[in-house]
């Protein structure tokens, strides 16, 4: 069983009148998915500050982090460290009809909390959920043979567990967030999935959504 939470959705309409919350390489802005099982659910699509139109290479390093950390949650489960389920907002890059955009799409998470970052902070409110998610950060470490850490752990509960989104990998072999020469060279099998046309031109396999 893999762990993830996905849109399971094919189109969209995204607020654009303000941003509903920004980061350090990221706006973000809120939407409601239009077509398909989660029709009527709230969604945010996250676009990069710079390169969103161009740069695949951004969007492949993200893919990447998601890809690596779902394993890390799936082995996570397998052991059964813990008798709760933790998921992944998984996204997927889809496209702005009206501009072009490629942003990453996901389901919103409410109850928004964090309990990790990238430099070492995290958080000592002794909670259940609180210490299950350190400890999900040294079973990365650990079951990697201390090749990755998962961290900059935050997301929301629900009924059926805790669900995850935008997490770090930190490795050694690469910078943070760097991760997808590391990625090719161990996961080959895993390489992000392109079609190409009779020209040999490149495409993504990614979806549009309405503004």
């Known amino acids: 069983m893999s762990y993830a ?3 399971n959705a094919t189109r969209a309409n995204i607020d654009q009148s303000h941003v509903f919350a920004t980061g350090t390489f990221k706006n973000v802005w809120k939407g409601v998915y239009t077509v398909g099982a989660r029709t009527g659910q709230a969604c945010v699509a996250k676009e990069f500050k710079t390169g969103s139109v161009y740069e695949r290479r951004y969007f492949e390093e993200e893919m990447n982090v998601i890809r690596l950390t779902q394993d890390i949650i799936d082995a996570w489960h397998a052991e059964r460290i813990i008798n709760r389920e933790i998921y992944l ?3 997927e890059i ?8 490629k942003v990453l799409l996901e389901p919103m998470i409410q109850n928004f909390e964090k309990f990790n970052s990238n430099t070492g902070w995290a958080s000592n409110t002794g ?5 299950a998610m350190q400890a999900l950060s040294h079973f990365s470490f650990h079951n990697s043979n201390g090749r990755f850490l998962l961290c900059d752990l935050q997301g929301g509960l629900y009924s059926d567990g805790y669900v995850l989104s ?3 990998i930190m490795s050694q072999k690469a910078p943070l967030r760097s991760l997808l020469q590391v990625w090719m060279e161990e ?14 031109h490149e495409h993504d396999e ?6």
Do not use: C, F, K, Y
């Not at 889809?94 to 955009?101: D, F, K, L």
């Not at 909670?127 to 210490?131: C, K, R, Y």
């Not at 990614?206 to 503004?211: C, H, T």
């Open 89 to 91: 907002n998984t996204p």
């Open 127 to 131: 909670g259940v959920w609180s210490e």
């Open 94 to 101: 889809w496209t702005m009809i009206s501009t072009g955009v």
């Open 166 to 168: 935008d997490p770090v």
């Open 206 to 211: 990614s979806r549009s959504l309405a503004d």
């Open 5 to 7: 939470r996905r849109n």
């Open 187 to 200: 996961t080959q099998d895993h390489r992000p999935s392109r079609a190409s046309d009779e020209n040999g």
